[in-house]
């Protein structure tokens, strides 16, 4: 059985799905603090930060594999950081503690964020030295480093992507910083206009979400003897700036984007713009498939 925490969110939404057709629906228990509106499968109401009951579900339903997506994500970390901390990193420690106990596989996400404003912006690499600035960044590390010492001490084999901004039209998204990519085509298709948090030259990482949905089936499935990493793959697919977004959009919908740039400005300035994946391409074959294009054409498509 496999086991997804914070199933609900913007992943979680499309990975239950994913994981429902690779390996069938009686298969897979979704799970989040809140309950679901309309959700076709296994569903189990879960606070991943109270051990007892996170454990008790774990042992009742004989989880061999947690997809744990459970978090709190930058701009909710930055005004609500012991709320951050908590479900991050405590969640983590008891989702690992579970792991080791019932000898779980293990996917857990980390992401762009662990990055801080002093390694190279364009093309950053793996393996520089991790100095974020946001609670949420700090949360990041944290959990790659505890999943690294549970792969390492404790045989667990836990795997996870340092995932971009993420591009998706099944859900809205709320509290990340990069949300205002999703937003802009949301609001240019209902109404014509959007108001941008960040700058129009703000240029960040990102990802459509089938390809990150596809990255992440393929890691869990590669071979534990080719992967030079477990926790923490860099992932690339593109970067534009959110004018260009705007334009791209712009070739679709009569649309106008205002930039009011708020606090998130601060947090995206801290992020790189473009990311190195090679060690995912060349441990695990990753390659996307969309360009900005191709997304914005899937993106209007469906929105529409
Ligand atoms: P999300 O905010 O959309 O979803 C997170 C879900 O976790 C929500 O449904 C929420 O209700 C649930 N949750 C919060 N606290 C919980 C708790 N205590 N117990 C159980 N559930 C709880 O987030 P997402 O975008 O789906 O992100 C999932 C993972 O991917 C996170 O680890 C995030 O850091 C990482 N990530 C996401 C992106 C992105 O762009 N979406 C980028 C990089 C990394
Ligand atoms: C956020 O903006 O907080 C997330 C992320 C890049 O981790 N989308």
Request: glycine share 6%; proline share 4%.
């Amino acid at each position: 059985m496999i086991l997804v925490t914070g199933a609900l969110g913007q992943i979680g939404t499309e990975l239950v799905i994913a994981l429902q057709e690779k390996y069938g629906k009686d298969k897979i228990i979704a799970s989040d603090l809140k309950e679901p509106e309309n959700y076709d499968g296994k569903f189990i109401k879960c606070d991943v930060t109270n051990f007892e009951t996170y454990e008790e579900i774990n042992e009742k339903n004989g989880i061999k594999t947690v997809y744990h997506l459970a978090a709190i994500l930058s701009a909710t970390g930055e005004k609500n950081p012991e709320l951050c901390k908590k479900v991050n990193v405590n969640g983590l420690e008891n989702v690992l503690k579970v792991a080791k106990k019932y000898d779980q596989r293990l996917f857990c996400p980390s992401s762009i964020a662990v990055f801080g404003p002093d390694v190279p912006k364009e093309n950053t690499s793996q393996n520089v030295e991790l100095n974020p600035e946001t609670v949420y960044g700090m949360t990041k590390v944290k959990g790659e480093e505890l999943c690294d010492l549970y792969f390492n001490e404790h045989d667990i084999d836990v795997r996870g992507i340092r995932y971009p901004g993420l591009i998706s039209w099944k859900h809205r998204p709320t509290g990340g910083t990069t949300d205002y990519a999703v937003e802009m085509y949301f609001d240019a298709v209902a109404k014509g206009e959007y108001e941008c948090f960040v700058s129009k030259d703000t240029r960040l990482p990102m990802m459509f979400m089938d390809d990150a949905i596809r990255a992440t089936i393929q890691l869990m499935d590669a071979p534990l003897e080719s992967l030079n990493y477990h926790s923490n793959y860099n992932l690339s697919s593109m970067s534009f700036s959110a004018e260009e977004l705007a334009n791209e959009i712009s070739s679709h919908v009569d649309f106008n984007c205002i930039y009011k740039p708020d606090y998130r400005q601060d947090i995206a300035n801290t992020w790189p713009i473009s990311i190195d994946d090679k060690d995912a391409r060349s441990d695990w074959n990753w390659e996307p498939k969309f360009d900005i294009t191709k997304m914005t054409e899937e993106m209007i498509t469906n929105l529409r």
